[in-house]
């Protein structure tokens, strides 16, 4: 006699009244969709493009290597003049920014000798005059939290050799008192200096004179499998980066003029950075999802970004939009006495990692990456599990050990998004909410879930008539 | 009502029957002892000295913090002279040597000058005269592999420095036609010349000039939560080891009379070999159950050898003895066109990780591993649960992340291998049997069974009369 198998889904009762008699459950997570959508998820699933779209979008994503090509001062490379200030997150002005995004302005202000006295920056910022504020995402960059970049900051340049297509990124400084939590002390002005001095022209020798750019879709590729899930664990892949530019750093450095001395200043600032690949990772997951843009019909998310104030998504099918709402406040741990009180809202673009697949989505990967963000290694494990819910694809170079070399769950679908409930998982680092302060914490946080009901409705407003 | 819960052991039918009635059941893994060990497992279990013993012997190997203190050659380190030959395992006379310890031996006869041409020596060995082996162990030192140590050849140097105890490795030479798998082609020689006069002079500079000692225990902490197993996966460790000594490799190096290419050269020797660390790993764990040695009425084994031929164990409460019998061939995954046919027994003091309570003790941080030696992901964390059956404690400054930071297991107690008839689980590089091949593969092997039953028989005579 074969045994009956019963799925439930919804509430539990049923499920427990069966299986208390013996017969096999398979309990089925099922939530209703996200309220006022039902019309625009018809619209949508209606829309004869979406299949081949969304595979489109996928496909080019997944096709983007991303190489290391060259490292070079904004000014170059993105054409940024002074007063022009890149941040993070969707569209802002001075008036609605948030403390660290505030603190950030004003260190780059000082840094760019627009100002003494970082102070005297926030009437610079009021009048508006002479200074413009820009987000990273529309010139091809990214940025960690507050994310700011001035001209005279160093950028990594990473390229789609297939397409030409480049995405930029600045150096990452390190933890506690920096610029990109909102710190603006001398001590980070000093740092900052150094880094435009030293270490951005001697990484800038090391990258030309390294013979075979350095892969870092690969090296993204061996992180998963070292504990890194890419944005708050870049370990492994920092030792990566070093181990392909050391030799050279010796080699071309020396060449270039650079002392031993500088060299191994170099070395030890970068071995001394857990996060510094951080600042790759980034640019690499916009590279990849820049391929996917502006497909026609295909729901999947391109780019998740906050301000301090604001999160913004943008969608392949709707081109440029951003579709915002309020930033939330991370749960997680915190540094020192720091509490929930002082975090500021969600901010950065390093939600690109999550946007691609990794991060918080490929937290299976990284369970030591509980002792930093809080919760335990089942939920971490539960979590990449879940992400695969709102999904499009797995990523077969991103696979994850401890699921059996699953790749990761990888393409947003808004859809899928609104018709479950279920929000993307975003693990992040926490800014002070007063300017000046740096990093507070870490955490588990989710954007805010009206922005994809909007999301979806500019979708619907989009599928042609039949 | 609280429903009941059975805990069963031995044959599945009755676990099943009562699953059948909803009923939760506990399976417990049972197995009788080994053939003819109830006497001496009794004698073993009544011995008053026992508890105490072991959890001395355990303290100890767990208190050891093992520093990189130094690098120089064997000859001054070791004592060795001209024609004194160290190799892995227990002791063995060449007549009984297999293909790859033959072949390491006959490359490092001509390393020292004894002969020309390596085959050579095979008449120098057979002779005897003016040639002697010895195992590492009796020397403090671990090689990987063969294991063969020449005066002139540089060695890590560990220290514990509560104690003062030191141990002794040999520096890594990369994957393929190398000399502990029993190659001595010229390029192998070539390698090892370089390394005499570059790579270990270069480390000596960078050791020496290196502010604070490098703690191997705390970078293998690390590691665990990396995806490295530390016996067949050290790919994190290797980077660990480069990022601190690289500032020292330049500065010291530099001062030291090495140019940039020297230095350069020796980054991407390192850098291009995951399994560089493998050499600190060892000596490390050396050192730390050293400091478990020689507790009278302990059951602790504080050694796992193989030459090639024999498979050795050292027990805490026996001294120096070696329990031996014939080392396995391992099963697993070829490379190229290689198969089982092609593979030597067993060999190498690399076991000395599964001794302390890594490599294969480790799998479930380093699921990827299985890629390598073969077997799936579950059969790797089942491993590391299934080791804690024969071991006398978890380690906890080596935790794995996945099963929710439990320690690794750790002290392998002779007692309990012989109760439960579970093998520790060795995870290992395969040499070709031919003397000259070099690496054929890598997997999964065990002792031979019937070495624990005479540990055990050896213990149960020293149990005193009451």
Known sequence: MSQPTVVTVGADMFADSVAGQAVDVERVDWRPPMPGTEADLAAVATDPRRPDANRRAVEAMLGVTAHLVDVAPASEVLGLEKGQFLHAGPPIEWARTSGPLRGALMGGAALEGLVDDPEDAVALFESGSSVSLEPCHHRSAVGPMAGVVTPSMWMWVLE?????????????????????????????????????????????????????ATDVTGILTQMLQMGDEAHNRNRAGTLMLLRDLSPAMVSSGSDAGFDSKDVADVLRFVGGNDHFFLNLAMPACKLALDAGRDVPGSTMVVAMARNGTDFGVQVSGTGDEWFTGPAQVAEGLFLGDYGPDDANADIGDSAITETAGIGGFAMATAPAIVRLVGGTVPDALATTRRMHEITLAENPRWSVPVLEFMGTPT?????????????????????????????????????????????LAALAARVPSA
């Open 411 to 455: 393409g947003i679908d808004v859809s899928k998004v609104c018709r479950t409930a279920i929000l993307p998982q975003i693990n992040t680092g926490m800014a002070g909410k007063v300017a000046g302060v740096g990093q507070v914490g870490a955490g588990l946080v989710t954007p805010p879930a009206e922005i994809f009901p909007k999301a």
């Open 160 to 212: 789609d050799r297939a397409t030409g297509r480049r995405t930029y990124c600045s150096l990452n400084e390190g933890l506690g008192k920096v610029l990109r939590y909102g710190a603006y002390s001398s001590e980070v002005l000093t740092r900052l200096r150094w880094m435009g001095d030293v270490l951005g022209p001697l990484l800038q020798a090391a990258v030309r004179g390294t013979e075979e």
